[in-house]
């Protein structure tokens, strides 16, 4: 069932929201040659902590880490590690989902490290431009499947595939709600969005071929072609006459 979110639980979405955005900021400066995923982990627990929220990620179904981060061919859910370590050229994933007092936010960025190809930022760009495609299109009244179909065919035209078996979501109370959100659909189809829903829409494109495939460790889901991946995302809330991105700071687009 989709929930509608008072005024006072997006006020708290929203506490979570600023310890999101921290992350991003103080991680964004240490993608340099030579840190660990691990490292870069552990600074972004310290980030959550002094905002006094707690991870979503550390701990879901044995989840090691407190964020996600995937690199190069690595679509979602890479696990940090000491052995995994960046390169200048490397595209990197922070998949980061923090709570406030029992509410959550989550958003993901894709950032370059060092100088990076055209091709890598190409992909990188069109990513992140397809969440806004989609986004635009947000208001009461409209259907889920607008939003869906905006990312697939904005993807699709630039040359790119999305991934079928891993959707974005809706969220609050817990990190995984109702609806959930693939990256592809039909205009006219799906649940009508309503003032108060809050989403988590989340691209998650392959430049290469849609099929991937999960390691050993039950997490890692790298693109089976082992060309390079992107993901973007951000919590979305639906308000009256159209929505309000709470993991974004103003004029970061």
């Not at 982990?41 to 879901?60: F, Q, R």
């Not at 082992?226 to 103003?250: A, F, P, Q």
Request: hydrophobic residues 35%; negative net charge.
């Amino acid at each position: 069932m989709i929930t509608a979110k008072s005024t006072r639980e997006i006020a708290l979405m929203k506490v979570a929201a600023e310890a999101v955005m921290d992350v991003f900021d103080t991680l964004k400066a240490q993608l340099k040659n030579g840190i660990t995923t691990l490292e870069l982990d552990e600074l972004a627990g310290e980030v959550m902590k002094k905002h006094d929220c707690v991870s979503g990620s550390k701990g879901y179904y044995g989840y090691p880490g407190y964020i996600c981060i995937s690199v190069n061919d690595t679509l979602i859910h890479g696990i940090p590690s000491s052995k995994i370590v960046l390169h200048d050229g490397d595209i990197v994933s922070l998949d980061v989902v923090a709570a406030y007092k029992g509410y959550y936010a989550d958003a993901t960025r894709t950032f370059p490290v060092g100088v990076i190809t055209e091709r890598a930022q190409r992909l990188i760009d069109v990513t992140k431009q397809s969440f806004f495609e989609a986004v635009k299109l947000i208001k009461p009244g409209v259907h889920l499947g607008d939003i869906c179909n905006a990312i697939q065919e904005y993807n699709e035209n630039h040359g790119y595939s999305l991934a079928r078996d891993f959707t974005g979501h809706g969220i609050g109370k817990h990190m995984h709600e109702d609806p959930s959100i693939p990256n592809y659909g039909k205009k006219g189809t799906g649940p009508i969005l309503e003032e108060g829903m809050c989403l988590a829409i989340e691209p998650m494109v392959l430049e290469g071929k849609k099929e991937v495939r999960i390691l050993g460790d039950g997490w890692t889901v790298k693109s089976r072609d082992g060309k390079l991946t992107s993901h973007y995302e951000n919590t979305v809330v639906v308000t009256k006459d159209g929505y309000e991105i709470i993991t974004m700071r103003e004029g970061e687009k």
